[in-house]
């Protein structure tokens, strides 16, 4: 079976700092890895994904996440925190069928002025 | 396109009331997802069709909860009767195989309370 991690319930950066939301994953083939965000009162929407190609995916609004198999892990990353990434980030692994999606418990993440 | 389409965005009903959400895909999506987000169990899928058949329902709570996509461009999900522990945001996400079926275009939701 599958299963994702989220490390941190919450975090929290000043705005220009970098930031690290954390994942690990669990699954016994090769998964396919997701990081979709929601705002406040907002559908989800899809950062990046990962299906096996470069390790290293870069996604949109300057973040970007990087699959390490021997650590079982997905972090997502931004060298540089905008007040706008304020949100909640969901870390997502999907099954061998490819269609069923399994979800994190969520980060969110607070930017301080 | 206008995206993911959800109706209603908000829903307040009484305890033992039927309760219908709506969604329309984008055109040419053949993946519908039903997606349920409390704060206590995050987010859970319910349901999904593909080309309009069911593939797997094993993520609805129990006999109270219906879906059904009579066609390509619209979806239902029923709660009948509805109770409080039912209040959620449920969420529908339509995709595509050409572009891979897991990659999810989620709406904007419909919050749902039963008072």
């Given amino acids: ?113 | 396109d206008a995206g993911v389409i959800q109706s209603p965005r908000h829903e307040v009903t009484e305890m033992g009331q039927e309760v219908t959400l709506r969604c329309k895909p984008i055109s040419g999506h053949d993946y519908l997802f039903w997606y349920r987000q409390t704060m206590m169990r995050g987010l859970e899928l319910l349901i999904y069709f593909n080309n309009n058949v069911p593939i797997d329902d094993s993520g609805m709570p129990e006999d109270r909860f219906s879906a059904k996509m009579p066609n390509a461009s619209f979806s239902t999900l029923k709660i009948q009767p509805s109770e409080p522990r039912d209040s959620a945001v449920y969420f529908c996400a339509s995709s595509t195989r050409v572009t891979g079926a897991n990659v999810l275009t989620f709406g904007a939701g419909s919050r749902l309370t039963v008072l």
């Fill in chain 1, 1 to 113: 079976a599958q299963s994702v991690t989220q490390l941190d319930s919450h975090v929290s950066v000043s705005e220009g700092t970098p930031v690290l939301l954390r994942c690990n994953y669990s699954s016994s083939y090769s998964p396919s890895l997701f990081w979709y965000v929601q705002h406040p009162n907002k559908g989800l929407q899809l950062l990046l994904k990962y299906t096996s190609a470069a390790t290293l995916v870069k996604g949109i609004n300057g973040f970007e996440a990087e699959f390490k198999k021997s650590e079982t892990s997905f972090h997502l990353t931004k060298p540089s925190a905008h007040m706008s990434d304020a949100a909640e980030y969901f870390c997502v692994v999907s099954d061998r069928s490819g269609f069923k999606t399994i979800f994190g418990a969520g980060t969110r993440l607070f930017v301080k002025a």
